[in-house]
């Protein structure tokens, strides 16, 4: 069974930074193979695409209303993924998921079979 924790959510300004953590653990996890990618979903909307990392961290892709704020990472040595948010706004208001992807299309929220609970992230103007 393989667990995300999700952590480093809150209330923060607009303009402001936070940093999301997703720890993932599991028995035959192979976690530095695995394509990892970062979801949200704001009150009233369905769950979006936010970015996706490649095991080797060779391939990264953000969705549109993120890119150049948002920078996604990993340390396979401690099986954690990272979204770095910056410059935040009203609209990045959401609970963020991790996933971990097993394959197919890389913005699609199907193609990931396991997800962490969630971290709020709330952003006031």
């Known amino acids: 069974q393989v667990q995300l924790v999700e952590s480093g959510g809150g209330l923060v300004q607009a303009a402001g930074s936070l940093r999301l953590s997703c720890v993932a653990s599991g028995s035959g996890f192979m976690f530095s193979t695995t394509t990892m990618g970062w979801f949200r979903r704001a009150p009233g909307k369905e769950r979006e695409f936010v970015a996706f990392?490649?095991?080797?961290?060779?391939?990264?892709d953000y969705a549109t209303s993120v890119k150049g704020r948002f920078t996604i990472s990993r340390d396979n040595a401690k099986n954690t993924v990272y979204l770095q948010m910056n410059n935040l706004k009203p609209e990045d208001t959401a609970v963020y998921y991790c996933?971990?992807?097993?394959?197919?299309?890389?913005?699609?929220?199907?193609?990931?079979?396991?997800w962490g609970q969630g971290t709020q992230v709330t952003v006031s103007s």
């Open positions: 990392i490649t095991g080797r961290s060779d391939d990264t």
């Open positions: 996933a971990a992807h097993w394959g197919g299309y890389f913005d699609r929220a199907t193609n990931y079979n396991f």
